[in-house]
């Protein structure tokens, strides 16, 4: 807790960025603000010495530099401080709470880490013969049956990189299966409640993008969804739980309608972690589902490389999977079945995805997490991840207006509003003040069926002293708020980086750094 959530003591505000030099003002306690690489040292010094290279010898084809690279010269000492003081600049999940909604920012346990560095996982090659990476091969099988057992469903497909390339897999999925029956259905349906990469998808793939309302309790439409189903309709989009953070109900019967009426049934599975071992999305009548593994299972967002979002089918969609899939065989080994060998036996399959089978790193990482909580610890990740988010929605609906708290328990994130503030206050005031406070701010703005959303999701990770903490910090701001404390349209006062025009940011982006015109002169 920090001293100003613990005594209500506050430091005098600045009024104004100075433009002094950096070495004399912006530091704030061992915080030191940190210059450009260009401005510690210049291109005509060097930190290292090197032999006089052979001129005359030319072993790059014409390609050999003409110019000076033009990058500073630094010492040891001031190239590690450098980028050291630059990482204290960003916020980490090792660090604290990150409370980004319908992102599962959760902590990333180093078990998965030092499996994922064991040199038959970390070492593999893509084109390596297949009987030399059966461990590699077995480790995406085995992870490839736990997600068909989790989610209730009929085949799995491994290769999607991450959220978005997993919807893209599902959606090419149901056009191949209406391209087998002869249909050319052309609508595809998504509630406003659904994260905002599903209309995307569905357009990129060529389909129409109608939208469904939600209720004023949050949730789809369900009567709205079911009188625009017809014959044009290739299937809904869906997001369960949704971006309000609740529970669609009525699943059950939406994925029967649009079965009935000849469509299928797409879930945004992102939030699957309020789900995990508790509900099976196969049992809603889901047909197809992105997992996202750094979401649910741990693995980092990125890990280093790809991400991953392996797409669980239902029996009807399976046949139209993309290739390659493992399979094993009777005698233990593990096949890798791609276009060359697939033969007669999936003449359905739409192709592949990508150049190979997925991203090992990621895969290990989230079966060492699953095998680590078994079944009976992924079901507690579901009830704790609940647990913790009305926690927090509790905790803060008497200053921040929860506009769905009537509709009874939320799931994985608690939803907010700027209802209620002055005039001329916003949640962008009150994002800005929380990284005062020494968090990293919740979503906002979204899901746009709110306005001025505040989006929190504290994961079942956070002990209950940690959300204490952050429900201080946000309860201290949005008070502020509420009583017009001007300083807070100046907010953040303490980050290295002020408030910037975020407009401006966007649409001229300042991404090349040059030489100052007096430093030019100066060298001329």
Known sequence: ???????????????EVSDAPATTTGNRALMLEEPLIFEIGDAHTTGVDFAAGDVGHDRLGGLTRKAPIGLPGLSEPETVRHYTRLSRQNYAIDLGLFPLGSCTMKHNPRLNEKVARLPGFADVHPLQPVDTVQGALGVINELAVWLIR??????????????????LCGILC???????RGEDRRVILVPESAHGTNPATAAFAGFQVEGIPATAAGRVDTAALIARLGPDVAGVMITNPNTCGLFERDMRAISDAVHAAGG?????GANFNALVGRVRPGDLGIDAMHINLHKTFSTPHGGG????GPVVLSEALSPFGPLPFTARQADGHIALIEEETAGEDHPQSFGRMCAFHGQMGMFTRALTYILSHGADGLKQVAEDAVLNANYVLRSLEDVLEA?????????????FSDDGFPEGFSTLDVAKGLIDEGFHPM??????????AMLVEPTETESKAALDQFIAALRSVAERARAGDASLKAAPHFAPRRRLD??????????????????QAAAE
């Open 502 to 519: 975020e407009t401006l940011a966007a649409r001229k982006p300042v991404l090349v750094w040059k030489v100052p015109d007096v430093v």
């Open 174 to 180: 149901i056009k191949a299966a209406l391209a087998a």
């Open 264 to 268: 299928y049934v797409y879930c945004d």
């Open 305 to 308: 490389g790809p991400g991953s």
């Open 443 to 452: 979503t906002v703005y979204f899901p746009l069926v709110v306005h001025g």
């Open 150 to 167: 989790l989610t209730g469903m009929h085949g799995v497909a491994m290769t999607p990189k991450a959220g978005a390339h997993g919807e």
């Open 403 to 415: 506009p769905f708290a009537a509709s009874g328990p939320c799931m994985h994130e608690a939803l």
């Open 1 to 15: 807790m920090s001293a100003i959530n613990q005594s209500g003591w506050r430091p005098e505000r600045p009024t």
